[in-house]
């Protein structure tokens, strides 16, 4: 098994059905239990050791550069790379060809994954897609398999055939390029590949993959992020305030009297709660 080192992350994209909250940033920079999506994936590339990172980046890229710089507190190396059409996602990898070589992760920067998600694909061979299981498979690329070999991959919204689908996560190697050529869309390249005789492999995640498409599907998952929660109280609790489950609060944060605060809950710093405030489960309150 070859050791990787590089990763393409692809957070080029709006998220025009996450609108309005995409109006004022890129969809990978969506605050889930205080973080956005695009740290989930970053900090799941650490801890498998792939610190050499080029993150493609487009709408709002200001935001993305500001946020993670060059990576050093996130203990990775991050390369930007622009695209400046949104036209897909075999068109935003592409704009990567000349900051990788040889082998490498390529990963959608807008999902919710931590680091045991990914790391079949770390065991895997060039040209591997990373599949899971969804009831709604048609919202996805559905794949269909024999023995992890891939037979067919079908875009949204057709008939199922399968409930496995594409996390858009995949394994490359540098000829994933000369296979794009000018196509946009992924699936479509990998569906050239299929009809050309090139082999493409499937491996199931084995940790959690959550995609945020609509709005609401923030709030599950943010619940489930939550499920995670270690609690702390690193700010002030006055007289009557009750705390029941996992809390984390935040530094200089002021939970006032009589409150009452039920977990899974995290509060970020600087907040003033109350008197007599009621914050219910699955909740997140971001700084200040």
Known sequence: MTKLKQAVILAAGEGQRLRPFTSSRPKVMIKV?????????VEALAKNGIR???????????????????????????NYIVQRQQLGTAHALKQAQWLVKGQFLALAGDSLIEPQTIAPLMKSAANTILITQKENASKYGVIVCEDSRVKTITN????EESQWVSTGNYFFDDNIFNYIGQE???????????????????VKSEGQWLDIAYPWDILKVNDTALQALKPEVAGILEP???????VSIG??????????????????SNCRIGPNACIFPSSSLGDN
């Open 251 to 268: 530094k200089g944060t002021v939970i006032m009297a009589n409150s009452y605060l039920s977990g899974p809950l995290l509060i970020g």
């Open 184 to 202: 946009v869309d992924q699936n479509e390249v990998f569906r050239s590949m299929l009809s050309e005789g090139i082999k493409l492999s499937a």
């Open 33 to 41: 239990a205080n973080r956005p999506l695009l740290q989930y994936v």
């Open 156 to 159: 949204g919204y057709a008939r």
């Open 240 to 246: 009557g305030v009750y705390i029941k489950g996992p």
């Open 52 to 78: 050499k990172l080029v993150i493609v980046v487009g709408y709002k890229k200001e935001q993305i550069q500001d946020f993670f710089g060059a990576g050093e507190k996130f203990g990775v190396d991050i």
